[in-house]
């Protein structure tokens, strides 16, 4: 399988090329720390992966477009992961704009030029594994109004909906869509926390759910359950009765 993967350069994107070369795939892998990307390049490259290499700011329409499409050149792309994100920390104005221009902007920038690859290859007749896939990562913090993160959990929230609606908008074409939602996973981004973390995993273990789901052919692949179920549940509830629950939400400090 030829797999694409941007934000790969630490967290759930490094579990996944991981995880995605121990199966024999060819990776293309981009992240903006050249330093941390060549170290995962090497890990998966000692597995036996071919891996092809990019220095990439998903912010950047153009230069995202254009790895993609030289990607797809070098080899038809199976399956993109688009994972790229980063957290709020203090909400400023500065750092939620950059939040949504990531989580967001760089999200709408790798799944568009992913459809455009897709569509003009008629996908394989067969099983669903012939079929080209987008993986989306939004977060459990997405299924509603968080006072601890509004940015992070705005533009999670965006990415969910937006890839729940492209699976049924992109199924008749022969492309699949799944949205993961992660509870709290290993990455640069839970080292800094100081809030409470419960059912912490670490990243190895959520890339294998993502990767097995994903292979089935899961819309909304979420964990650990009770995380799932408890966000569900609050995300229900009257506005008044979520907004009391968020009183007793500790602060998240980066």
Request: proline share 6%.
């Amino acid at each position: 399988m030829n797999t694409l993967i941007t934000g790969a350069s630490s967290g759930i994107g490094e579990a996944l090329a991981r995880a995605c070369a121990k199966r024999g795939d060819r990776l293309f892998i981009c992240g903006r720390n050249a330093e941390r990307l060549d170290a995962v390049a090497t890990a998966c490259r000692e597995m036996g992966a071919e891996v092809h290499v990019q220095v990439v700011d998903v912010t950047d329409e153009n230069a995202t477009r254009r790895w993609l499409q030289a990607s797809d050149a070098i080899a038809p792309l199976d399956r993109v992961f688009a994972n790229a994100g980063v957290s709020t920390g203090e909400e400023n104005e500065t750092n939620s704009r950059r939040t949504f221009a990531v989580n967001v902007g760089g999200c709408v920038n790798t799944v568009l030029p992913a459809i455009e690859l897709f569509r003009v290859r008629k996908p394989a007749d067969g099983p669903i594994p012939g079929r080209p896939q987008i993986v989306i990562t939004a977060s459990i913090a997405g299924y509603g109004p968080l006072k601890a993160c509004p940015a992070y959990a705005a533009t999670k929230s965006c990415v969910k909906t937006w890839g729940l609606s492209l699976r049924g908008m992109l199924a008749p074409e022969g492309i699949r869509v799944s949205v993961v939602c992660p509870g709290f996973v290993r990455s640069r981004i839970t080292d800094g926390n100081t809030c409470p973390m419960p059912f912490f995993m670490e990243a190895d273990k959520a890339a294998s759910i993502i990767l097995r789901r994903a292979d089935r052919d899961v819309g909304l692949i979420a964990f650990p359950w009770p995380m799932r179920f408890g966000a569900w549940w609050i995300s229900t509830l009257p506005y008044r009765l979520n907004e009391f629950i968020n009183l007793f939400l500790p602060k998240k400090v980066l």
